[in-house]
């Protein structure tokens, strides 16, 4: 299973982080992807926020509106995934859903405010 967490109510540029801890799977071996559904999207509109590769392949992947805010990271040691977020806006506002091969977390809720 995945479990996220770390999300809050914060105003415009403040941060958070979030935390995706995984287990009954190798999680190492994956790539962990970082969603987010906005209050106004239907599940199947879900974006990727960010991507990271796999142990050995740290390659990553953010989608534009994030880039320069937004850091993707893993401990492969301790089945965990992380996306620090920093200088939030209110677009931001949204719940964030970690997946990895295919298994989705049940999401934390990230409130932006002015």
């Known amino acids: 299973q995945v479990v996220d967490s770390g999300g809050g109510m914060v105003q415009v540029g403040e941060s958070l982080r979030l935390s995706c801890v995984a287990s009954g799977f190798t999680f190492s071996a994956f790539p962990v992807r970082w969603y987010r559904q906005g209050p106004e999207q239907a599940r199947e509109a879900r974006e990727v926020v960010a991507t990271i590769g796999s142990e050995g392949d740290n390659s990553t992947f953010y989608v534009d509106s994030v880039k320069g805010r937004f850091t993707i990271s893993r401990d492969d040691e301790k089945n965990e995934a992380y996306l620090q977020m920093n200088n939030l806006r209110l677009e931001d506002t949204a719940v964030y859903y970690c997946?990895?091969?295919?298994?989705w977390g049940q999401g934390t809720q990230v409130t932006v405010s002015a």
């Open positions: 997946n990895v091969v295919g298994i």
